[in-house]
C-alpha cells in the first residue's frame, strides 16, 4: 500500500516562509515524478510544482521566484520551501507521485491527504 504523508501547513502572515514535507510510503517498482499542487475553496486543483528523479523542476508561473522544490531520493520525500507568501497562496496543499506497482502495471497518481496553508494580509 502506497502512502503519501504530508506535513508543514500553517498559518502565516503576508511575506512570511513555510516548508511542506512530503514523504512516500509502501512498495513499489518504481516512482518518478512528485510534485505539489493546491486547491482554494471552490477552486479546480492546480500545479504549484514538479521535480523529476534526477531533479528537474517545473514552476507555476504564480510562484516562480519564491518557491522552491527540492527532492530526497533515498527517503522518498519531497519538499517545498515556501517564501513571500501571498494571501493568494492560501489553499490546501497536496503532494502527489507518479508511482509504478508492478514492472507490468502503468504508472498511476497517488495523493497526499493536504495540508492547509493560510496567508493573512
Known amino acids: 500500500q502506497v502512502q503519501l504523508v504530508e506535513s508543514g501547513g500553517g498559518s502565516v502572515q503576508t511575506g512570511g516562509s513555510l516548508r511542506l514535507s512530503c514523504k512516500a510510503s509502501?512498495?513499489?517498482?518504481?516512482?518518478?515524478?512528485m510534485g505539489w499542487y493546491r486547491q482554494a475553496p471552490g477552486k479546480q486543483r492546480d500545479l504549484v510544482a514538479t521535480?523529476?528523479?534526477?531533479?528537474?523542476?517545473n514552476y507555476a508561473d504564480a510562484v516562480k521566484g519564491r518557491f522552491t522544490i527540492s527532492r530526497d531520493n533515498g527517503r522518498n520525500t519531497i519538499y517545498l520551501q515556501m517564501n513571500s507568501l501571498k494571501p493568494e497562496d492560501t489553499a490546501a496543499y497536496y503532494c502527489?507521485?507518479?508511482?509504478?506497482?508492478?514492472?507490468?502495471?502503468?504508472?498511476?497518481?497517488?495523493w497526499g491527504q493536504g495540508t492547509q496553508v493560510t496567508v493573512s494580509s
Open positions: 502527489n507521485a507518479q508511482i509504478r506497482l508492478t514492472h507490468w502495471r502503468p504508472w498511476q497518481p497517488y
Open positions: 521535480v523529476s528523479p534526477e531533479g528537474n523542476t
Open positions: 509502501g512498495s513499489w517498482f518504481g516512482i518518478n515524478t
